[in-house]
């Protein structure tokens, strides 16, 4: 993943790993897993700020060599108790997603530090969040932290039927402020409409499938917004779980 203006997210060291044990797993649709990671002698985690992620060993590659991605954290982040990291099974992938589905209760993964490559702007007036697809897991992170710290913020969420990953919890966290939709004009009609009517200093963060950020990056600029109120996570893989026509 990469951020606006297409500076890579640098993931940890391997000086930074520490094998953590999963502590639970849980469906979230019928291609979305959310392994909770905890530390196996109950030591406590590092903090991170909202939208942050951390690069997982996912096993061996053909080649034998570790496979290391990364995936975004869904907490809050302030006192965590675990890491929570949400997985898109993809059959097309190198093989990472299949052995993190894989694992059961009791298996161990060496994980890097968070890395803050999606944080919230401190000075923002208010956030706007636009989740497409698996795209809502960093925007979760941010949407819990922002309701935990009274932050002026709103969510629009864009999936497919039957592949709304967190939408209860993000329902949960926004109340109102969200706005989910099932269709992509449905999403994008709302995102129009959300654009010009944000405050001044309101700030834009955008994670999803590339089409449908290129998409809403686009309509913002059109709209007028700066591009340093612009934040983008990019995926650098096609999404099945992006917002349908």
């Not at 925007?139 to 709103?154: C, I, K, N």
Request: with cysteine; net charge neutral; charged share 20%.
């Amino acid at each position: 993943m990469t951020g606006y203006g297409g500076a890579a997210r640098a993931g940890s060291s391997d000086g930074d790993d520490r094998v953590l044990v999963v502590d639970r797993v849980v469906e979230k649709s019928c291609e979305v897993r959310e392994l909770v990671l905890v530390d196996p002698a109950g030591e406590s985690l590092d903090p991170y700020q909202p939208g942050s992620s951390v690069t997982v060993t996912c096993g061996a590659g053909a080649d034998g060599r570790a496979r290391r991605n990364p995936y975004a954290l869904t907490g809050a982040g302030a006192a965590p108790g675990d890491y929570s990291i949400s997985v898109r099974l993809d059959p097309a992938g190198r093989g990472g997603s299949a052995w993190l589905h894989s694992l059961e209760p009791g298996s161990r993964v060496t994980v890097g530090r968070p890395v803050a490559g999606f944080a919230p702007v401190p000075t923002a007036r208010h956030h706007l969040f636009v989740a497409g697809g698996i795209g809502v897991a960093p925007v979760l992170s941010h949407a819990r932290a922002a309701a935990q710290s009274a932050r002026s913020f709103g969510v629009l969420y864009g999936y497919r039927r039957q592949f709304g990953a967190h939408l209860d919890e993000l329902s949960d966290a926004c109340g109102d402020r969200l706005s989910a939709h099932r269709t992509r004009v449905g999403l994008l009609d709302s995102v129009r409409t959300a654009l010009v009517e944000q405050p001044m200093g309101a700030h834009l963060y955008v994670c999803g499938p590339p089409p449908m950020a290129h998409t809403v990056v686009e309509m913002a600029r059109v709209s007028g917004w700066p591009t340093e109120r612009i934040h983008v996570e990019r995926f650098t893989h096609a999404d099945p779980l992006a917002v349908s026509a």
